[in-house]
């Protein structure tokens, strides 16, 4: 922040020094704001190393699980949680949830159904909190009422849903923090009774369709079925939830099909030498084909972000959320040391994201490629 001397008697001078002042004034709040910015990482207990958290101001530590009496949680690898609360030693703003659940994590339903082992898993979640030094907890229940991921399930579930976010709202209190991660269609849940006990929502905007689709196209195209970011969005909106408070997925991870994985990290993409590059200009998403012009891998990049960053700023959303490639404010979000971002995320998280709340000049947007 620039400091200025006033000189006194040139009444010149005392203007511009009133205009600069003025200037500094807007430049102050813009400070301010600056430190409601949400950057989140999902990090994983099974990997090896950990973000940077010069990048960050959240991580969701993934997973726990309901334990088998249905009454409490199971922390897969305590000591990585404590090594990723340990961060905070580096930056002490740093918040740190735990995510229970994640894709075929099971018991959810069985908890959830009456009050006695909701209302016990929600004190674990207060005691968890508690001795781990947390700054709350996400719920990533796939999903209420549906057992595509192989979890039990029962038609009570959406309710018991509701009443397991009242539940533990109540025993962390109003200080902590509570989120969910939802499905891209707003399917399974009452978000508009789950609204007042809830910070925010992250939209799991991935995975949405299967290769050769786009799996997070943020517009349709001949390259969708059904599903964008766009449809996700205004599915969470029409559901009841306010969207300043919506938080989007963007995997840092591709799907590939006919001759790659079907799943593939960023640092595996770019070093896909073989394959072209392409642009979807209307789902505005890249994608690459082999040689025969055949789709073989969907993926995000740094434009495809910068189109999200707008998006999400037109829309009045709470963030966005991104991995490998790392989209960044100038001036609004103080820029890491990206290489050792990229080294660390793409071997610590399966996801990465970068929320960054509601901003005034997206033009100020940079983006950086990895």
């Known amino acids: 922040m620039r400091t200025f001397k006033l000189i006194a008697g040139l009444f010149f001078l005392l203007l511009v020094v009133a205009c600069q002042d003025k200037k500094r004034s807007s430049q102050i709040k813009v400070a301010?704001?600056?430190?409601?910015?949400?950057?989140?990482?999902?990090v994983t207990s099974w990997g090896e190393s950990t973000p940077d958290p010069a990048c960050l101001t959240h991580i969701n530590y993934a997973f726990g699980h309901v334990t088998d009496n249905f009454k409490g949680i199971r922390i897969d690898n305590e000591p990585r949680l404590q090594m990723v609360v340990g961060l905070r030693e580096k930056k002490t703003s740093l918040k740190v949830l735990l995510s229970v659940g994640g894709w075929g994590s099971s018991r959810f339903s069985e908890m959830a159904q009456t009050d006695s082992t909701r209302m016990a898993f929600a004190a674990d979640c207060k005691r968890v909190i508690d001795q781990f030094d947390l700054d709350g907890i996400d719920i990533d229940w796939e999903y209420p009422g549906i057992g595509t991921a192989g979890v039990s399930f029962s038609p009570e579930d959406t309710d018991n849903f509701s009443l397991l976010m009242k539940d533990i709202r109540h025993a962390i209190g109003k200080d902590k923090l509570l989120t969910i991660a939802t499905q891209a269609g707003a399917k399974y849940y009452n978000l508009k009774a789950v609204e007042p006990y809830v910070d925010y929502v992250n939209i799991m905007t991935y995975d949405m369709e299967e290769s050769p689709n786009h799996h997070?196209?943020?517009?349709?195209?001949?390259?969708?079925?059904?599903?964008?970011?766009?449809?996700?969005?205004?599915?969470?909106?029409?559901?009841?939830?306010?969207?300043?408070?919506?938080?989007?997925?963007?995997?840092?991870?591709?799907?590939?099909?006919?001759?790659?994985?079907?799943?593939?990290?960023?640092?595996?993409?770019?070093?896909?030498?073989?394959?072209?590059s392409c642009w979807d200009s209307a789902a505005q998403v890249p994608y690459m084909v082999n040689s025969q012009g055949h789709v073989v891998v969907n993926y995000e990049n740094a434009q495809s972000i910068a189109f999200k960053c707008q998006f999400l700023?037109?829309?009045?959303?709470?963030?966005?959320?991104?991995?490998?490639?790392?989209?960044?404010?100038?001036?609004?979000?103080?820029?890491?040391?990206?290489?050792?971002?990229?080294?660390?995320?793409?071997?610590?998280?399966?996801?990465?994201?970068i929320c960054i709340f509601p901003v005034e000049r997206i033009s100020r947007l940079q983006y950086f490629v990895l």
């Open 32 to 42: 301010e704001n600056e430190s409601k910015y949400v950057v989140l990482a999902y």
């Open 216 to 276: 997070s196209a943020l517009y349709r195209s001949e390259m969708t079925e059904e599903w964008s970011c766009e449809d996700a969005v205004a599915a969470h909106v029409a559901a009841g939830f306010p969207v300043g408070r919506l938080v989007l997925g963007i995997p840092f991870y591709g799907h590939g099909t006919n001759e790659a994985p079907e799943l593939l990290d960023y640092r595996h993409i770019i070093a896909l030498d073989s394959l072209q």
């Open 313 to 353: 700023h037109q829309k009045g959303m709470l963030g966005l959320c991104t991995g490998i490639m790392i989209a960044m404010m100038k001036g609004y979000i103080t820029p890491c040391r990206l290489s050792r971002c990229n080294e660390s995320l793409t071997l610590s998280a399966y996801f990465f994201f």
